[in-house]
């Protein structure tokens, strides 16, 4: 199957300081990829979808200005999470779509503790 | 509002037993559904995608169900081993083509020996 890979698969920050993470799928093109958050014992929410070569949509509720986007390419997708802060801590995984049935392909996820 | 409903919440299951994880949901217009396995601290894998028209779909020890009618889904596990360990997620889309993903909060499955 496709695979998603992400990078780090965990960091942690002091407070203030921004955040890189990157999504990368391996071997397939993906023209949309999506990111979202999961905090322990929550389901997945969805933060916001990337198209490439445009901005990003985000869900309500998502500050643009604190979760940037950026999908410069076909097969990659970075979220940096900016002036971070402790309730930003959580599990954020992205998706790449792919298939005949548009499937979103799962990276493994990155654990961003902010102290 | 689209919703998924899974249940149980949790379970415990003897190594080697089997067992049935249940989804329900109210998404409209349906386009398919999904049954992910998720380690912990992992992101999700795929273990089955169904589209209206099937009925139920295998994927090694792991077969899906489908009831369109009764908006219904289930996944059974065979045999269950030590690696079974983890939450199982069923995800519905909505709309052909649609990216958007209506996610069920999860059953957390434990296998012991």
């Known amino acids: 199957g496709a695979v998603v890979s992400q990078h780090p698969s965990w960091v942690i920050c002091k407070s203030g300081t921004s955040v890189k993470i990157e999504c990368r799928s391996l071997?397939?093109?993906?023209?949309?990829m999506f990111w979202y958050r999961q905090f322990p014992k929550q389901s997945l929410m969805l933060m916001a979808t990337s198209n490439e070569g445009s901005k990003a949509t985000y869900e309500q509720g998502v500050e643009k200005d604190k979760f940037l986007i950026n999908h410069a390419s076909l097969t990659l997708s970075t979220l940096t999470v900016t002036s971070a802060h402790p309730e930003d801590s959580s599990f954020y995984i992205c998706?790449?779509?792919?298939?005949?049935?548009?499937?979103?392909?799962f990276g493994p996820g990155t654990r961003l503790t902010v102290l | 509002k689209n919703q998924v409903e899974q249940s149980p919440q949790s379970l415990i299951i003897l190594e080697g037993k089997n067992c049935t994880l249940q989804?329900?949901?109210?998404?409209?217009?349906?386009?398919?559904l999904r049954w992910y396995k998720q380690d912990t601290g992992r992101g999700p894998v795929s273990l089955t995608i169904m589209t209206f028209s099937e009925n139920t779909k295998s994927n090694g020890r792991y077969t899906a169900t489908l009831d369109a009618d009764t908006k219904q889904s289930s996944l059974h596990i065979t045999a269950s081993q030590l690696s079974d360990s983890a939450s199982y997620i069923c995800v519905v889309s909505a709309g052909a083509g649609s990216y958007q993903l209506t996610f069920g909060k999860g059953t957390k499955l434990s296998v012991i020996p």
């Open positions: 998706s790449a779509s792919g298939g005949p049935y548009n499937e979103q392909f």
């Open positions: 989804c329900n949901y109210t998404v409209s217009p349906f386009s398919n």
């Open positions: 071997d397939f093109q993906a023209t949309t």
